[in-house]
Each structure stands twice: as structure tokens, then as C-alpha cells.
């Protein structure tokens, strides 16, 4: 094992993953550099603030600029360890995953590497991306030896570590969670664990390389995609065959091996909408399954849209004096996911931006979790609280189902529930 501490660790990307684990490092009283593309984000941290939103973050990235441990810049600067935790989107019609962010993080700490240094890539990444990273480092660097050229005694040591922290308990998971380790050398392998280490209390699990380590996250959130998209289509089924799904699968569940996940108005966040299409843009012939599920997943909003459009229309059927002017619809939260104000490829966003233009004036939205309520993508909706909601709404819209909702009684009036709040 390798014993060498590290004393100086510089995270490249101090976003929704960056920030917080080199905060980690940091409050482990280690050196961290992070490095940021954003003078905003780096200036906002210099001052000891957070410019994401994640619980106890504010508070170890203020304790840790404070004391000196972690400070933030826009060029690289050399370190012992470099952590690449970038966005890794996709990009057109076909899903192609687009690994600029990586390359350009690559070859921004490519002049300050030194000899004996470790450079990670936490980026959930398609299939050959770490070796990909490796090649592009080697290039800029021709007078150091990478794990492609030398194997093990090579000066550069390259791996796949990818993050696998649920948004909404980041500072939590990244110390309790597992964590996969794919060097592309066994030396690779040793030095990332022992980098790990310093703050993971789980397992340092080694993979015998980088590719079934980026295949690992890849599967992980492919898994959760299929399974949501089995309930998503147990909803739309049972819609049809007039059964309610929460009973249904309060039912199913009671059997020992069966657990259907919960069925809502579609797949959001920034991983599990995007990172099955890195298997199905790399294998598309023997991945439909996967390919299937997300279609599943990106239909549902609309789904939810024609419901909503037959209880409209329900509505102004049996109220003929009314137009669908004058109805009033409320919508309960916008986020991603409960509990949370991450609003990144929110399906609930989505079908609110939508009914917002439809309904100017008369569409409410109820968000706890949002305290800026100026919302550009919401246009001409109003926030209200719950209590006026119920008082003018005519078509209610359960979206998400954050704590704040579930002690409710259901709203009178007409309930599109797309989360089994009021089931
Ligand atoms: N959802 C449902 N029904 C469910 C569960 C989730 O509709 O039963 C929806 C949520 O409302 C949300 C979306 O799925 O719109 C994704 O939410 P999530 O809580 O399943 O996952 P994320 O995107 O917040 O985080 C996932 C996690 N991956 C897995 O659980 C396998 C996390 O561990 C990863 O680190 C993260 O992706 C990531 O960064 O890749």
C-alpha cells in the first residue's frame, strides 16, 4: 500500500461534486487547490461562500477557506494529486456524449504535472474516456511516461474514480459511501485508494481497470433509470386499466423479492437522464432495454400534459359557462426530486414552463424549497403558498412530493397527483 501522505491536492471543477469533496480534503486539514472556469464560483469561495446548493456544504467550504486549507483559482497550479470532477453532458439528437469539459480540464493541468503525480477523473464518463484523458495529457506532455507508454513504473498515475453521491446527502455519502477504484496500473490503483482514504470510510473496492469502473456508475444509474421507468409505465397502464398504482405496488412490494420503485412525472437531475445514453451511444445495437427505458422517462411529462388536458377539458364539459381562461391551476413544486431546490432537467419544471404560458396569470406554483421565486423558465406563474393554492386553484398538479405536502389532506377541486401524494 501506498504510505506517502498527500500534501498538496488540487480538484479540477468546483461544482456539485468538485466543491464538495475538496472540502472533504480540506476539513481533513490537507492543502486543496480547486480550480474553477467561473471567476464568480472562485471569488464566491475565496470568501468562504458556496455558490450551489447542498446541505452542510456552506459550512465546511466556510471552515475551510477560513483556516487556510482550501482556496480556489482559475489556472491550474501543480499539486500531488489532480481530481477532474467537470460536467460530461451529451450533446444532439443522438445522445453523443460530449467530453470537451474533460479535454480542456486535461490540458489545462498538463504544464504544471510533475513526476510521481496522480490525476483522477471522477466524471461520469463513457466507456474509454479515462484512456482518452490519458492520451491527451500524454500529448501535451511528451517529456513525462503515462500508463499507456510505461505501465507501472510510468511517472504519471492515471485512474477512474467516479463519484457516486446522491444529490441532497453529498457530505454524508462521500465519506460513508463505497467507492470504485479503476487505475489503469495496480501502482494507479494504490495511490488513488490511499488518496481516498484520507476521508472514505467505506470501502475502497479496486476494479482491474478504468473501463469496468466508468461501466460501473454507467450501470448503477441505468439500473435506477429501468426500474423508474417500469413504474413510470405501470402508471400509464394502470391510468388505462383504471387501477391505482400506489395501491398496486404498496401490493406488489409485499412480495420478498419485488421492489417497483415509485412512478412520477419523469426523470430528471444532470446523471440519470443522461449517463445511459453513454451505454447507448457506445453499444446502441445491444442496448435497448436502456435505450427503451429512457424514452419511457422522457415521455412521461408529456403524459402528464394530456391528463392534464382531459381533466381540463372535463372540467369546462361539465361547467359550460366557463373557458379555460378563467380556470385557475396550481402546481405543487418544481424541483427535480424532493426536498431539494436543484431545478437541473426538472420534469416538474418542464410541464410547469409549459401550463405557464397556457394559463398567464392563473397558473400558481407552490415551491417551499425556492427562495429566489424569480424564475425565468416559470414566466408568468405566481408562487403562493399552500393555503391560498387551495383556496383559488381548480385543477390541482402534484408534481413533487416534498415533506412539506405530504401531511396534506388533498385540495378540493379537480387532483392530477403524479406522485401519489393524496393517494
Ligand atoms: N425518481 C422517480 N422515482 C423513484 C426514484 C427517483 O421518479 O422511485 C426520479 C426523481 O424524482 C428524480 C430522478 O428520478 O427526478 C433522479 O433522482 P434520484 O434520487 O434517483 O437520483 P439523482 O439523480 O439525484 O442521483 C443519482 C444517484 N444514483 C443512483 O441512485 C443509482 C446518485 O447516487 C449518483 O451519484 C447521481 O445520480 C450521479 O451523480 O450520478
Known amino acids: 500500500m501506498s504510505k506517502k501522505k498527500f500534501?498538496?491536492?488540487?480538484?479540477?471543477?468546483?461544482?456539485?461534486?468538485?466543491?464538495?469533496?475538496?472540502?472533504?480534503?480540506?476539513?481533513?486539514k490537507i492543502e486543496v487547490v480547486g480550480v474553477d472556469v467561473n471567476p464568480d464560483a472562485v471569488s464566491t469561495i475565496n470568501e468562504g461562500r458556496i455558490h450551489i446548493v447542498e446541505p452542510d456544504l456552506?459550512?465546511?467550504?466556510?471552515?475551510?477557506?477560513?483556516?487556510?486549507?482550501?482556496?480556489?483559482?482559475?489556472?491550474?497550479?501543480?499539486?500531488?494529486?489532480?481530481?477532474?470532477?467537470?460536467?460530461?453532458?451529451?450533446?444532439?439528437?443522438?445522445?453523443?456524449?460530449?467530453?470537451?469539459?474533460?479535454k480542456a480540464a486535461s490540458r489545462a493541468i498538463a504544464p504544471v504535472l510533475k513526476a510521481g503525480n496522480l490525476?483522477?477523473?471522477?466524471?461520469?464518463?463513457?466507456?474509454?474516456?479515462?484512456?482518452?484523458?490519458?492520451?491527451?495529457?500524454?500529448?501535451?506532455?511528451?517529456?513525462?511516461s503515462f500508463p499507456q507508454q510505461e505501465g507501472a513504473a510510468s511517472d504519471i498515475r492515471i485512474a477512474h474514480c467516479p463519484e457516486r453521491v446522491l444529490p441532497g446527502k453529498v457530505m454524508q455519502e462521500l465519506i460513508t459511501n463505497d467507492r470504485v477504484i479503476g487505475g489503469m496500473t495496480s501502482v494507479c490503483s494504490e495511490r488513488a485508494v490511499a488518496l481516498y482514504r484520507t476521508f472514505v470510510t467505506g470501502d475502497c473496492v479496486v476494479a482491474s481497470g478504468p473501463r469496468v469502473a466508468e461501466m460501473a456508475k454507467l450501470t448503477e444509474n441505468s439500473f435506477r433509470d429501468?426500474?423508474?421507468?417500469?413504474?413510470?409505465?405501470?402508471?400509464?397502464?394502470?391510468?388505462?386499466?383504471?387501477?391505482?398504482?400506489?395501491?398496486?405496488?404498496?401490493?406488489?412490494?409485499?412480495?420478498?423479492r419485488v421492489q417497483v420503485l415509485q412512478p412520477g412525472p419523469g426523470v430528471g437531475g444532470h446523471c440519470i437522464a443522461v449517463d445511459p445514453w453513454f451505454?447507448?451511444?457506445?453499444?446502441?445495437?445491444?442496448?435497448?432495454?436502456?435505450?427503451?427505458?429512457?424514452?419511457?422517462?422522457?415521455?412521461?411529462p408529456h403524459w402528464v400534459l394530456n391528463k392534464f388536458d382531459q381533466m381540463l377539458a372535463d372540467l369546462?364539459?361539465?361547467?359550460?359557462?366557463?373557458?379555460?381562461?378563467?380556470?385557475?391551476?396550481?402546481?405543487?413544486?418544481?424541483?427535480?426530486?424532493?426536498?431539494?431546490?436543484?431545478?437541473?432537467?426538472?420534469?416538474?419544471?418542464?410541464?410547469?414552463?409549459i401550463l405557464a404560458g397556457r394559463f398567464p396569470g392563473k397558473l400558481l406554483v407552490v415551491e417551499p424549497n425556492l427562495e429566489d421565486q424569480d424564475?425565468?423558465?416559470?414566466?408568468?406563474?405566481?408562487?403562493?403558498?399552500?393555503?391560498?393554492?387551495?383556496?383559488?386553484?381548480?385543477?390541482?398538479?402534484?408534481?413533487?412530493?416534498?415533506?412539506?405536502?405530504?401531511?396534506?389532506e388533498p385540495p378540493a377541486g379537480r387532483i392530477l397527483d403524479t406522485r401519489g401524494v393524496w393517494a
Open 226 to 256: 429501468v426500474n423508474i421507468a417500469f413504474a413510470n409505465e405501470l402508471s400509464m397502464i394502470c391510468s388505462e386499466l383504471q387501477i391505482d398504482v400506489w395501491e398496486l405496488i404498496q401490493l406488489a412490494n409485499r412480495h420478498p
Open 119 to 144: 490525476v483522477i477523473l471522477e466524471s461520469t464518463s463513457p466507456v474509454g474516456a479515462t484512456e482518452a484523458m490519458a492520451d491527451w495529457l500524454a500529448e501535451a506532455r511528451p517529456d513525462l
Open 316 to 353: 369546462l364539459q361539465s361547467e359550460p359557462s366557463r373557458t379555460a381562461r378563467d380556470v385557475t391551476v396550481a402546481c405543487y413544486g418544481v424541483a427535480f426530486k424532493p426536498d431539494i431546490d436543484d431545478l437541473r432537467e426538472s420534469p416538474a419544471l418542464n410541464i410547469v414552463s
Open 375 to 408: 424564475q425565468p423558465a416559470i414566466g408568468h406563474a405566481n408562487f403562493t403558498d399552500l393555503k391560498s393554492a387551495y383556496a383559488k386553484a381548480d385543477i390541482h398538479l402534484m408534481l413533487v412530493d416534498h415533506r412539506e405536502f405530504l401531511a396534506t
Open 58 to 102: 456552506d459550512m465546511v467550504v466556510g471552515a475551510a477557506v477560513k483556516e487556510g486549507y482550501l482556496r480556489a483559482v482559475i489556472i491550474p497550479e501543480p499539486a500531488e494529486a489532480f481530481l477532474i470532477a467537470v460536467p460530461t453532458p451529451f450533446q444532439g439528437d443522438d445522445h453523443e456524449p460530449d467530453l470537451s469539459y474533460v
Open 279 to 300: 451505454i447507448v451511444s457506445s453499444a446502441p445495437d445491444s442496448s435497448k432495454l436502456i435505450k427503451t427505458a429512457r424514452i419511457v422517462n422522457d415521455l412521461k
Open 7 to 28: 500534501r498538496r491536492i488540487s480538484v479540477i471543477g468546483l461544482g456539485y461534486i468538485g466543491l464538495p469533496t475538496a472540502a472533504m480534503f480540506a476539513s481533513r
